[in-house]
Each structure stands twice: as C-alpha cells, then as structure tokens.
C-alpha cells in the first residue's frame, strides 16, 4: 500500500506512527466507531423529532427562528410546506430532503 503513496505522504504516515506515536489502525476503527454511532444516533433520533405535519411545522419555525431571525417571508414558506404534507403527509424544503410518513395533524 505504501508504494501507492507519495513522498509527502509517506514522510507524513512515518511521522504520525513514530515521532506522533499514532497508530494508524487503531485511529481508523475508532474514526469509523464514531462515525457509525454518529450515524445510527441521527437515524434514532430523526423520525422522533416530528411524526405529524404540525409537529415539523412547529420545527420548520424552530428554524426559521435561530436562522433566518424569523423572518415572515420564512414562516410563509413553513406554512406552504405544512399545507403541502397535509395533503400529501410527506415534507419536502430546501432544507429538508423530502420525507414522508407524517400524519397529517
């Protein structure tokens, strides 16, 4: 694997592993542990935030007020969004990939 390496990279990984005393696979398995639990915990937590249309409104506002100084013009586009899973339970913005499964309350 190392043939594969630059010159910078090499001098960089013999550096890491001997003057830094860092182990290379032991840095990557728990760089991918934290990455995977990081993973699984936005997955859990994800669907709990909001299960109904009224509920991702009311996080659609949530937004709207740490980032866009709740600006009105914000708070009609949570309302055109909520309107719109309320026909469809499903919520789509441009900050939000489109989900559905929302209950339309």
């Known amino acids: 694997m190392q043939s594969s390496l630059?010159?910078?990279a090499r001098l960089l990984l013999r550096r890491m592993t001997?003057?830094?005393g860092v182990n290379m696979p032991r840095l990557l398995r728990g760089s991918l542990a934290v990455a995977?639990?990081?993973s699984l915990l936005l997955a859990?937590?994800?669907p709990v935030q909001a299960k109904t249309c009224s509920e991702r409104?009311?996080?659609c506002y949530g937004y709207?007020?740490?980032s866009m100084g709740d600006s009105p013009?914000?708070?009609d586009k949570c309302r055109q969004y909520h309107q719109e899973c309320m026909e469809s339970g499903c919520w789509e913005s441009k900050v939000v990939a489109r989900e559905c499964?929302?209950?339309r309350q």
């Open 36 to 38: 995977a639990a990081g």
């Open 57 to 59: 409104l009311q996080v």
């Open 18 to 20: 001997e003057e830094w």
């Open 64 to 66: 709207c007020a740490k």
């Open 101 to 103: 499964g929302f209950a």
């Open 44 to 46: 859990l937590l994800g």
């Open 6 to 8: 630059s010159g910078a």
């Open 73 to 75: 013009r914000c708070h």
